[in-house]
């Protein structure tokens, strides 16, 4: 299928007749923190230079979600089904950071032997509409991750700011149905294409912050006990800040409530997150919390589905209080001798 | 500044070297601009790391819980204020902190200098006296520093630490005259359901991180209310009736022991002003008990003490 | 009373404090003096023992008032339990009144056993004032029904 292109001026129009047919997600700048919302009218969209401060995960894995519902009997439970029926969604504006987190997020939680049913019926329904970046920050590492600023991995369809216009172009036979469905679209011009591909080009080279994961994951398994988590554990918080706006942070916690079955973001990085009901923690200070966070997004994550559970959004090092950054955590890693397994025998 | 950071690392490395203290926690710059980090010296070579501007903003009270060394901690005023209140409530053992306090003319609101570059990224940062310099990409602008202060430094009345064991440099007039209340007199001279439905507005964002507990040094507790499980007393999801609970009561048990440092506001990741509950309680204690935290290495917090003679014109 | 359904009445929760203000509602009934019905009660050792965890999550329970009674100053069994709640009960109060609760639906009083009389006018204040700002909604998350606590 051709590429398209839209006026700018025009994008209201197409959401609007989107709006019809599919629920739609959109950044939104509310109370001045950028956020995915659900749409209530296109004009709100805030489409600006920069990613959205809080990751687009909760389109998916909303913050709180009723699992099910029950009422307990003298005798017995009676159980309400599970409400995962989902109408056709699509969100707008991802950035390819964050398309390319969706990817992770479905090896995580809808690939293998357990799949998460809420998730999945949601991701199933919902079509991607990604808008790459013409202007990445000084804490994107998306390039080091495998990702670009204008990448297309986990997009049904990228948007490209030409200046005045977007290209349009469809990715999956999913985005080719959907931009199907507006035969007023204009085809592209090769000058459109050609502009595109340089300011993609640009981008890319503008991505000044980069991490070397190269080994980092081999590495890591000779550091479970290594001196290295008491000191970069040392000025964190534990405050959880990097987990709750890291767009593949998706660990969750279970609890009831007036007859509701609910789950809840969770973090590695707070003290209950691990706490035993003998009243054992085994992930008892920060040290533990935070050698987890990494170890997680370097090391399991990559043996077990065969890359890093990070994608360089820099979102953590934006929002961290007192600066903990993970690429010199990443760094410090990478620098530290590769038989330093043998040292610490 | 340059003079001032050369007095600190002299002080820190005496401290060090007289074996005085094991460990000295202050700042040193951070990975982004007109941000620095806490930053742990234990060996006299590193004091070189130490620096102290404007930008220090972390609150370092924090870290003087729960530790088995002796520390020496650089604190600005509201900083040592905390300390001492650590002290007074039997958190840390005096003779294991050496505050070693800085005199301090209000730290930046990275918040606020953002907002006003609105989408322009700052690349580089350094402050230079009264000015923030600030540069990015094809920019380059001279910030007047007064105007980008934290909200708590602009009615700070300690700038010069109260209490304190070394100070560096020489001392700063206090703001003897600013009314520290007015965006609390301003709230309560609201009407009551305007002043529910702002609360309601501004909470209704919060995610629940708890990351303004997380960076209170003095949320100590071991098991926080929010996270006790026998029994759970208010929700853990982001209810707005839970969420409202967790801020009122966060706000019940720093009453007579916040000193309006600011950090809690600081680090909310959804700008929420949470000043604004904290400067009522500390109103509220003022007027009924005459008390103001951190002043002292002694005096009983307020709110586990009475006197006979306390008001009691509410109850019936 | 706004948007109230017909026959509405409010639900109060009374924490009274087992030496003074307990024995002072029992007097009241023992005397057969009248107050209103809508009071539910919970005994506790001393006002002292009210944690601001249980007001605040009476009002969260949906109900629409709450009463705190202790011995009067100097007359605590445990001798100062009810000064410290005091200053607790205060800042309580104020905070609760700043973010917006109405001030009437928060309660505190001192009652002495020989109080009979006291604790009826007490009630009944406290009743007719949280009947005149009607049904609880702030702070409300779960509403308690009247039939539900009679099963317990
Ligand atoms: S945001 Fe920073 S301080 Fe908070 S838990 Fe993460 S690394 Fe620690
Ligand atoms: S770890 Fe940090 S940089 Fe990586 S995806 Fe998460 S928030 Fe983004
Ligand atoms: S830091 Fe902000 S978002 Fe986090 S719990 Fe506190 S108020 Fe809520
Ligand atoms: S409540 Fe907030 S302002 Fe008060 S001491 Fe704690 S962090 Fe500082
Ligand atoms: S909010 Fe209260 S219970 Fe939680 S840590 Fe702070 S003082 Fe302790
Ligand atoms: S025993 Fe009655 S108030 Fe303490």
């Known amino acids: ?345 | 500044m340059e003079k001032l950071e050369k007095s600190l690392r002299e002080i820190a490395e005496k401290l060090l070297s007289e074996k005085k203290v094991d460990l000295i926690i202050g700042y040193e710059r951070g990975t982004r601009p007109l941000r620095t980090t806490p930053c742990f010296v234990n060996k006299t070579e590193d004091v070189q790391k130490l620096i102290w501007d404007s930008s220090c903003d972390n609150n370092l009270a924090k870290y003087v819980v729960d530790r088995k060394e002796k520390v020496g901690v650089v604190a600005k005023g509201c900083d040592a204020r905390l300390i001492a209140v650590c002290i007074a409530e039997n958190q840390v053992p005096k003779e294991n902190v050496i505050i070693i306090g800085v005199p301090c003319l209000g730290v930046v609101d990275r918040k606020k200098v953002e907002s006003k570059l609105e989408e322009k990224e700052i690349l580089e940062a350094t402050i230079e006296g009264e000015k923030i310099k600030v540069k990015g990409e094809e920019f380059e602008l001279l910030l007047a520093k007064n105007d980008f202060l934290c909200d708590s430094c602009l009615t700070c009345k300690h700038r010069n630490p109260p209490i304190q064991d070394v100070l560096v440099g020489e001392e700063v007039p206090e703001l003897t005259e600013v009314n520290e209340f007015t965006e609390v007199e301003n709230l309560e001279a609201m009407a009551a359901e305007e002043r529910w439905n702002h609360f309601n507005g501004e909470l209704s964002k919060c995610i629940r991180c708890y990351a303004c507990r997380s960076v209170c040094p003095l949320c100590y507790c071991k098991t926080c209310f929010v996270d006790q499980s026998i029994p759970t007393w208010f929700g853990k999801t982001n209810d707005l009736s839970d969420t409202m609970i967790y801020h009122i009561v966060r706000a019940l048990h720093v009453a007579g022991r916040c000193v309006d440092c600011g950090a809690c506001s600081r680090v909310c990741p959804v700008n929420i002003n949470l000043r604004e509950l904290m400067k009522k309680i500390e109103k509220i204690v003022k007027e009924r008990y005459n008390f103001k935290a951190g002043l002292s290495l002694e005096e009983a917090p307020p709110l586990g003490d009475f006197k006979s003679e306390d008001p009691q014109e509410f109850i019936k | 009373m706004k948007n109230v359904e017909k026959g509405w009445e409010p639900r109060i929760l009374a924490f009274l404090c087992n030496w003074c203000s307990y024995a002072g509602a029992d007097l009241t009934g023992i005397s057969r003096i009248q107050y209103p019905p809508n009071v539910r009660i919970v005994r506790v050792p001393c006002s002292g023992r009210v944690n601001p965890y249980y007001i605040i999550k009476a009002l969260q329970c949906g109900w629409d008032g709450v009463l705190v009674s202790g011995c009067h100053p100097g007359d605590c069994h445990y001798i100062s339990g009810n000064l410290v709640a005091r200053r607790r009960f205060a800042v309580l109060k104020d905070l609760l009144e700043y973010v917006g609760i109405e001030p009437a639906r928060v309660n505190f009083s001192w009652v002495s056993a020989a109080e009979g009389g006291k604790f009826a006018s007490v009630v009944t204040e406290v009743v007719n004032e949280v009947k005149a700002l009607g049904p609880a909604k702030r702070l409300v998350k779960v509403r308690i029904e009247w039939k539900n606590l009679k099963n317990r």
């Open chain 1, 1 to 345: 299928m051709k590429w398209k292109v839209i006026e700018k001026s025009k994008l209201p129009n197409l959401i609007g007749e989107l709006a019809r047919e599919y629920e739609i997600f959109a950044p939104v700048d509310r109370k001045s923190i950028g956020s995915f919302e659900r749409l209530a009218s296109g004009s709100e969209v805030s489409l600006d230079s920069r990613n959205t401060k809080k990751p687009p995960k909760d389109v998916f894995i909303p913050q709180t979600e009723t699992l099910f519902t029950y009422k307990t009997g003298k005798q017995e439970v009676e159980l309400a089904a599970p409400q995962v029926v989902i109408g056709q969604r699509v969100v707008l504006a991802v950035r390819p950071c964050d398309a390319k987190s969706f990817v992770l997020l479905d090896k995580f939680l809808s690939s293998g032997e357990y799949k998460d049913a809420y998730y999945k019926e949601k991701r199933k329904n919902t079509t991607i509409v990604g808008l790459a970046c013409n202007h990445p920050l000084s804490t994107c590492f998306c390039t080091s991750l495998g990702g670009s600023p204008h990448g297309k991995e986990g997009l049904d369809v990228l948007l490209q700011d030409i200046n005045d216009k977007y290209l349009i172009e469809p990715i999956t036979e999913r985005g080719e149905k959907l931009i199907e469905k507006f035969p007023w679209l204009k085809e592209a011009e090769r000058a459109d294409i050609d502009k595109a591909k340089k300011l993609s080009d640009d981008a890319e080279a503008a991505v000044k912050s980069k991490v070397s994961i190269d080994g980092v994951d081999n590495k890591l398994d000779g550091m479970f006990d290594d001196p290295i988590w008491e000191q970069i554990c040392q000025k964190c918080l534990n405050c959880g800040i990097c987990t709750f706006f890291c767009p593949t942070c998706c660990c969750f916690d279970v609890l009831d409530e007036d007859g509701k079955r609910i789950r809840i973001w969770d973090s590695c990085q707070f003290s209950c997150f691990t706490l035993h009901g003998s009243g054992h923690n085994p992930r008892p200070s920060g040290k533990e919390r935070m050698r987890q966070r990494i170890m997680h997004k370097f090391n399991y994550f990559v043996k077990t589905h065969g890359e890093s559970f990070c994608v360089g959004c820099g979102r953590c090092i934006q929002e961290c209080p007192v600066n903990l950054d993970i690429r010199e955590v990443v760094g410090a890693i990478s620098a530290l001798p590769t038989d330093k397994r043998s040292d610490n025998d």
